[in-house]
């Protein structure tokens, strides 16, 4: 035979020798676990409440109706849309839910506002931020 050929099958029955050694001397895997009763389940979370957290909602600082109105009325007597300052109009402010705004800082509160006390309600998201006072601010897009 030529020595190519020899030393071919020496590494061949070298490389079946080793893996079917490495087969028979490694132990078989060992699978330990085990479904957890409801009872175990609830006794482990009780007796640790921090393996199963609950989310808790942001909290948002958002003005109360009365810092919104008063916010409201600033930014509309402010604005150049309004042509007659004299005769600004009565209006009321109904706050309803607030959440952070994504686009900025502060919050954006959906609101119902009257221009008048006969005028129907416009409902529309308006933005609030407080100043470097701590004053709110009101942004009217």
Known sequence: M??????????SIGLVAGAGGTW??????????RALSKAELTAAISADPSLCPVPQAPIVEAPTEDEALAAFRKAQ??????????????ISLTLGPCDKNGSGP???????IKMS??????????????DASGEWIATIN
């Open 2 to 11: 030529n020595q190519n050929t020899l030393l071919a099958i020496a590494a």
């Open 77 to 90: 007597e402010a604005s150049p849309l309004v042509w007659d300052r004299n005769n600004m109009p009565e």
């Open 117 to 130: 006390p006969q005028a129907q309600p416009l409902d529309r998201v308006v933005g609030f931020a407080k």
């Open 106 to 112: 502060g919050v954006s509160c959906m609101t119902s």
């Open 24 to 33: 028979l001397a490694m132990p078989g895997p060992a699978v330990e676990a």
